[in-house]
């Protein structure tokens, strides 16, 4: 049986939006902090969050979503986003991790991503290094998430 996975604070759809008047007003005004403060407890629950995302891949950032979920075989996984399409396999991101830090999104490909929402998260994980532009508000969970997952138990 598949599990839901809730959208974190940063990562809202348009009909969402439409639907839920306040967490458009929250985007605009920037007022998320309540709604990332919830994510994070809700992982440290056990819930599973995905979070939008762009990854950098040859020069390129590239759409998906980093699935973090701690009840999962595999905690952290990316799914690459397809137009019109269901999801590719995902690519799990192996363990461990370290951060190496978070900073403005720059370099090749980044004009693409809106900068004053995201920021670039470089994490190198057993076999490969990941830049992943995230939605600023979200930084504080995937950077949580990939620590305690790359921790261990």
Partial sequence: MERHVCRAAGTQTFSELIRNPKRMLELLTGDTSARAEADLAAWNAGEARAVAAFSRDDGRFRQGMPILDPAAPAPAVWLRFRALRRPGEGVVLAAPFHVHGVRPVDGPGS?????????????????????????????????????AIGSGP
């Fill in 111 to 147: 004009h693409t991503i809106d900068r004053l929402r995201f920021r670039l998260v470089a994490v190198q994980g057993a076999d490969r290094h990941w830049e992943l532009a995230v939605p600023t508000v979200d930084v504080p969970l995937v950077r949580a998430a990939l620590h």
